[in-house]
């Protein structure tokens, strides 16, 4: 029973001897992390103006090929950058060039390095293409058995001991079982030990590698890592914070109408019967085009009268006949010059003082996509409409090729400069977290933070930023909402 015992014990102490690290930390300093595994990989960055480089490879041994995997990128979009030539050098080695081989994955290339020594190098990258020429180099590059790689070896005698130590235990109480019934509470007792031995034996340390599940989501001006193979596969694009003097775009809905003086309604001088005895007119037609002063009707009543037109233009509306009985209250035609014409749109409130200072507006249709027609305002309602919080504006636009017809709807744009230069980042940037606006900043290859920004005016798909950023900062515009969830390891 004694020997029985003992085996308990020993196979009790040696989990705990494996899984106890004196109080010792493994912890990271607080990040969030939104990355795929690479687990085994040493991982290396290079960055200019132009490009970024995030390299991964597997630990350097002298003598023997290591795997890498390259991952290029445009600096500013951070958009892959596929069809470049790649190649790699170990600075003060010879022969050591190695050109690396694009991937299927768009710009995820692939190369194989020999190290001959031990030690600290500078591997070189050649990057050429269309439209780039970068040398970017890789200092402190270790080669021999890495601190990281060290630790990650650890792991494996840890579980055969405790493989060793979980046999022995259950050994001792299917023993302990046979020989004695009394002895079952003390075998359930020792299996409650041995789990409470795997789970409270860190002694209370962290191991920096929580469970996303009950952790929380990343926070203003912590760093936030998302690796570069999760940043190609979710898509996300960056662009520059610029300084520029903002146009405010103010886009409605308009509708064609003819200008006041425009269109003529003609009615007769006198009562009387409509006559063709004057050889100088014909009855126009509707379509017809008459000039001012062209006589297009003739009155006879005790002596006989002439219809003239008051603006050159076409006939659109025609309602007598030669041979009929009219009276003034008659209209007879309708002349439109069709050479310059209105557009009637409603302004919104908040978009009164962009038309007020831009004054000009562009008109398109769909009719005619591959055209634009630049109009001028030339009235704006001292009256707002209660039910549609608007005014209405009227733009006049020369019609020279009579594209356009009064009834037809049209898209009105009007763009209105800001008064100052401003920073702005585009809507698709900003971000809201619980009643605060925030943006993600690209601050290195593989690391974002979020910042809270107060905001301006907005200008078209522009959004000023008052505070926040800075100037040639980079800001996430896609892949920005999986930052924001981006779960946060505590330490």
Request: charged share 25%.
């Amino acid at each position: 029973m004694t020997k029985i015992l003992m085996t308990m014990i020993l196979s009790l102490m040696l989990p705990i001897g494996v899984f106890s690290h004196d109080g010792e930390s493994h912890a990271q300093p607080d990040i969030a992390v939104v990355s795929l595994a690479t687990e085994g990989l040493i991982a290396e960055f290079a960055e200019n103006e132009s490009v970024e480089l995030a390299l991964k490879h597997t630990p350097l041994v002298p003598g023997q090929l290591s795997e890498w995997t390259i991952y290029l990128s445009d600096y500013e979009t951070n958009a892959p950058i596929k069809n470049a030539s790649l190649v790699l050098s170990i600075r003060g080695q010879k022969d050591s060039n190695v050109e690396a081989t694009a991937t299927k994955v768009p710009g995820v290339y692939a190369a194989k390095l020999l190290f001959s020594e031990m030690g600290e190098h500078s591997v070189i990258v050649q990057i050429s293409s269309e439209e780039l020429d970068e040398i970017l180099t890789l200092d402190s590059v270790q080669v021999g058995l890495s601190k990281a790689h060290r630790h990650a070896s650890r792991g494996g005698p840890k579980k055969i001991v405790f493989a060793v130590g979980f046999a022995g235990l259950l050994a001792g109480i299917f023993l302990v079982w046979r020989r004695s019934r009394a002895l079952k509470a003390a075998s359930v007792f020792a299996a409650v030990v041995l789990g409470a031995t795997t789970v409270y034996s860190h002694g209370g340390e962290d191991h920096g590698e929580g469970s996303f599940g009950g952790s929380e989501a990343a926070a203003v001006g912590q760093p936030i890592h998302m690796s570069k193979e999760s940043q190609f596969l979710l898509g996300v694009r960056t662009v520059l914070v610029e300084s520029s003097v903002l146009k405010k775009r103010v886009k409605t809905l308009g509708k064609v109408v003819a200008r006041r003086e425009g269109k003529a309604d003609i009615y007769p001088p006198r009562s009387g019967r409509i006559i063709a005895h004057d050889v100088h007119y014909r009855v126009p037609r509707i379509g017809s085009r008459v000039k001012a002063g062209q006589i297009v009707a003739e009155i006879q009543t005790v002596s006989s009268y002439h219809v003239k037109t008051p603006i050159s233009g076409v006939v659109i509306e025609l309602n007598f006949a030669v041979g009929e009985q009219v009276d003034v209250s008659r209209k007879l035609l309708t002349i439109l010059d069709p050479s310059v014409l209105w557009v009637e749109a409603s302004i919104f409130e908040s978009d009164l003082r962009a038309v007020e200072d831009s004054r000009e507006a562009v008109i398109s249709s769909s009719v005619y996509p591959e055209e634009t027609f630049r109009g001028k305002l030339v009235a704006l309602s001292a009256v707002f409409d209660e039910a549609t919080r608007s005014v209405k504006a009227i733009f006049e636009f020369p019609n020279t090729d009579e594209r356009l017809r009064p009834g037809m709807f049209v898209d009105v744009s009007i763009e209105a400069e800001a008064k100052e230069e401003a920073l702005a980042v585009p809507s698709a940037a900003v971000l809201d977290k619980e009643g605060m606006r925030v943006v993600f900043v690209h601050t290195h290859v593989e690391e974002f933070e979020m910042r809270e920004v107060h905001l301006g005016g907005r200008y078209g798909n522009l959004i000023s930023i008052r505070s926040g950023v800075a100037e040639d900062e980079r800001v996430v515009t896609v892949g920005a909402y999986q930052l924001l969830t981006a779960p946060n390891r505590g330490k």
